[in-house]
């Protein structure tokens, strides 16, 4: 979508673009965006709130109460369970690219127009439709550019082909939860390797202390990651859970 915008299929020219690094993303993603911010002719600001790997099932100093930040999947009685709240995208995603918007704008720390003053477009594809979640804010309005020119990933791939763009992969935390087993298969031995060592601190750091009856996955199974048998996993039929989630802040 910053691509298009570059080559002028869809405008107006934006002011910026931001990217809210959670830490924990992997190396293709930063070397993508190295890439990205030599071609587009607006600047790219990096915003982090802090290093999402670190933070999460990390005991906080206050006592018991143990924040989980992400989607961990809750065993019952030893059996796949349901899904953890999760934290992560509003504190490493959303919160700090609002907080960016309102610096740039000059409106930090006070009160919000209101009427609209910004627009800010999200690079969700035709496919992932259902990731669309309406602005909560009257200052700030949302626009999907690729949705209304009714592209497709595959068309959006198709378009960095014939403009002689590598072809970028999907993005997303190293060890988030809603990945597919194609993803999961996906990652770098070091990334997995990575996600094995945080899925273990899942359970842990939380026994015991955890509000939450079960132990905690990274993998959907409720089987220690490493322990998954990922040769043999088919993803046909398989759900998708992050196209539903994420409120099309992640992987964009
Ligand atoms: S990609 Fe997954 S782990 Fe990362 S911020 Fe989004 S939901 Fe959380």
Redesign the pocket.
């Known amino acids: 979508m910053a691509l298009m915008a570059a080559h002028g299929e869809i405008g107006p020219m934006p002011d910026c673009g931001i990217f809210a690094d ?1 830490g ?1 993303e992997p190396a293709h993603v930063y070397e993508h965006l190295d890439r990205l911010e030599k071609l587009l002719p607006f600047p790219v600001y990096r915003v982090s709130a802090g290093n ?1 790997r670190d933070e999460i099932a990390s005991v906080r100093p206050t006592g018991k109460f143990l924040k989980i ?3 961990a999947f809750v065993s019952n009685n030893g059996k796949p369970g349901g899904l953890v709240n ?1 934290s ?2 509003r504190d ?2 959303i919160d700090p690219i609002r907080r960016k918007v309102r610096e740039l704008l000059g409106i930090a720390g006070k009160r919000s127009p209101k009427e609209a003053v910004v627009e800010q477009w999200i690079g969700i594809s035709i496919d992932e439709v259902i990731r669309m979640k309406p602005g909560r804010e009257a200052w700030q309005v949302s626009r999907w550019p690729l949705i209304e020119k009714r592209m497709a990933r595959s068309d959006c791939l198709r378009w960095m082909d014939r403009n002689g763009y590598p072809e970028p992969k999907k993005s ?2 190293i ?4 990945h597919s087993d194609a993803e999961w298969r996906a990652l770098s031995k070091e990334e997995f390797a990575d996600a094995v060592e945080v899925d273990r601190r899942l359970r842990d750091t939380t026994r015991g202390i955890a509000r939450t009856k079960g132990e905690l996955f990274l993998h959907r199974t409720c089987k220690p990651l490493d322990e998954v048998d990922f040769s043999t996993a088919e993803d046909r039929g398989q759900l998708n859970l ?1 196209l539903n ?2 409120e099309g ?3 964009v």
């Open positions: 959670t924990w999402l930040d992400i989607p999760r992560c995208t490493f995603k997303s935390c060890g988030c939860p809603f992050f989630e994420c802040m992640c992987g």
